[in-house]
């Protein structure tokens, strides 16, 4: 006998249980990410607009600016709709993404 069982998806746990707090953590969320655009925004346009900013301690930041930025773009949008939309299970691709 083999083992055949496979992950689809998993589930995640509540923040809230009530509409009230879900709707608190979406603006929540919205507005720690939109700050961090921002931020990361103004980092990459003063880095790439400055000529005296090209020297490799800003290349760095701007790299870890560019990485930040990925890496709001992917989780903090899902967080949100799972705090919505009210759902608790994430894909195992998404997950992996």
Do not use: E
């Amino acid at each position: 006998m083999s083992n055949s069982s496979s992950i689809s998806y998993f589930l995640l746990l509540a923040l809230a249980d009530t509409r009230q707090l879900q709707l608190l953590h979406f603006c929540l969320f919205l507005g720690i990410s939109l700050a961090a655009l921002l931020g990361n925004g103004l980092i990459i346009s003063a880095v790439a607009c400055g000529h005296h900013l090209h020297t490799p301690m800003f290349f760095f930041l701007l790299n870890l600016a560019l990485t930040d930025l990925g890496s709001i773009c992917t989780t903090v949008p899902k967080a949100m709709h799972n705090s919505l939309w009210d759902t608790r299970n994430i894909s195992y691709t998404g997950c992996a993404a």
